[in-house]
């Protein structure tokens, strides 16, 4: 009887034992099967301007696909792309966002490759950029030839592709966020980053931004930042600049103020002047300069008053952003009367 229930209890716990085990494995196996398979990379618009010769366009597409190969990225078949550029001519050379998502969904791709190349004279500029499938540019090299041959435009090409595969993290920008009002609070990605308009630096890619004015009205949406120079974004907070704190009293507190001035200038005219009959007799004479000055005080003040109600109701439209350049910084003012 005891050996039975023994045997039994053996039996019991070696099945629960593998039971738990298969049940233990199981789950590894679904993580595995739920990795996102890798971007699937195609060659997008090539793009040649300048003195460049048209035909350079055939050479830098195979350049780039073998920067691709050498990167280990993931291809759409070359074929594939050859048939859907030889049925849409122009989504070989059209450098648009639209264009790239045409071609993209077309040929199946996530991520495809630009190439803009300018020749001025002997000095060739190239520029490579890896867009996502709306055709926003995540990550963007830049390079200069001067007196290049064909086949090393296809070697830097190639250089070029095969580092911006390779990138573990897409390219870090230089950004300026704006508001409408411009003193608004900004918070990026959870971060405050303080007053706009904010010069800094984002990651290509999508981000969640809020805007928050001095009244407390707000905006939150994702903003996309692109890998190309001189990005700047502007939040639009609705409604805040429609309200006013001070309102039509400005305006009273300036008319007030013109009237008084005016009023004072006229008392300070009449200071000295007598009061003659039809004889010629003036008895007296008027005394206004004390008058006069303490009404062109008030309206002075009125008139200050007024200019700071203003000033206070519009700051926020008032806004000064500095932005680096190639060549330093350049600064621009904008403002709204």
Aim: some cysteine.
């Amino acid at each position: 009887m005891n050996r039975a229930w023994l045997v039994g209890a053996t039996i019991v716990a070696s099945t629960g034992f593998l039971v738990s085990g298969a049940s233990f494995a199981v789950p590894g196996a679904a993580s595995a099967d739920s990795q996102p398979a890798p971007p699937l990379h195609a060659i997008g618009a090539i793009t040649v301007g300048g003195s460049a010769p048209a035909p350079l366009g055939a050479a830098l597409r195979s350049a780039a696909t073998d920067g691709l190969t050498a990167g280990g990225a993931a291809l759409v078949p070359p074929d594939t792309v050859a048939r859907l550029l030889a049925a849409v001519p122009e989504l070989a050379s059209c450098d648009t966002a639209d264009c790239h998502k045409r071609l993209a969904n077309s040929v199946g791709a996530t991520r495809l490759v630009t190439i803009a190349v300018d020749a001025k004279g002997e000095l060739y500029t190239l520029a490579i950029s890896l867009v996502d499938v709306q055709g926003r540019a995540l990550r963007r090299r830049t390079d200069e030839c001067i007196a290049c041959a064909v086949p090393e435009l296809q070697e830097r090409v190639t250089t070029a592709v095969r580092d911006a595969v390779t990138a573990t993290v897409d390219d870090t920008v230089a950004i300026v966020v704006d508001a409408k009002p411009a003193a608004a609070s900004l918070v990026i990605d959870g971060s405050d980053r303080g007053a706009t308009p904010w010069n800094g630096e984002l990651v290509a890619g999508p981000h969640d931004a809020t805007a928050t004015d001095a009244g407390g009205a707000s905006i939150r949406q994702q903003i996309f930042v692109e890998a190309r120079p001189d990005q700047h974004i502007t939040l639009e907070i609705p409604g805040a600049s429609d309200r006013r704190r001070w309102g039509n009293l400005t305006y009273a507190a300036g008319g007030a103020g013109a009237v008084a001035l005016l009023g004072g200038v006229f008392l300070l005219s009449m200071d000295g002047d007598g009061t003659c009959d039809v004889a010629g007799t003036c008895p007296r004479q008027y005394e206004t300069t004390a008058g006069g000055l303490m009404s062109i005080t008030v309206g002075l003040a009125a008139l200050g008053t007024a200019g700071w109600m203003y000033w206070s109701d519009h700051r926020q439209e008032r806004s000064l952003t500095v932005a680096a350049t190639p060549g330093g910084a350049a600064a621009t003012f904008r403002a709204t009367f």
